[in-house]
């Protein structure tokens, strides 16, 4: 029989995600970096968001992802849709972001941006 140099404890794990969160909230947010890959970071809000518009803006250091220069570096991260978290439970939600220079102009790898235009301009040709 095989065996694997990593072992889980799902009991001690539960136990950890049973917390008491005292009525906070974990907001985990997502985004596309320089390279196609998923960066998240995770932020406390003091209570469970009911809407997009209840997220507040974030930023990050973008020359560490490849997202802007180190000369001017802040990347701001814009949320754009909200849903429950599957690995927290709770009241814990996956924020996904678009990513904004200081500048208020979307990062040049900010795909979803120019989608987004896109489809809602065509969106009336929906059948």
């Not at 029989?1 to 008491?20: E, G, H, I, Q, R």
């Not at 987004?116 to 969106?123: I, Q």
Request: aromatic fraction near 12%.
């Amino acid at each position: 029989m095989s065996s694997s140099a990593f072992t889980t404890n799902t009991a001690n794990l539960d136990k950890y995600l049973k917390l008491d969160q005292k009525g906070k909230v974990i907001a985990e947010y997502v985004w596309i970096d320089s390279s196609n890959g998923t960066r998240s970071k995770c932020k406390t809000l003091p209570k469970k968001p009911t809407s997009v518009k209840d997220l507040p803006e974030w930023n990050f250091d973008g020359s560490s992802t490849e997202q802007a220069p180190g000369d001017n570096s802040d990347v701001y991260l814009r949320p754009v849709a909200m849903f429950p978290d599957p690995f927290r439970g709770g009241d814990n939600v996956l924020v996904m972001a678009e990513c904004y220079m200081s500048d208020g102009k979307p990062n040049q790898y900010n795909y979803r941006h120019d989608a987004n235009l896109l489809m809602e301009e065509f969106a009336k040709h929906e059948f």
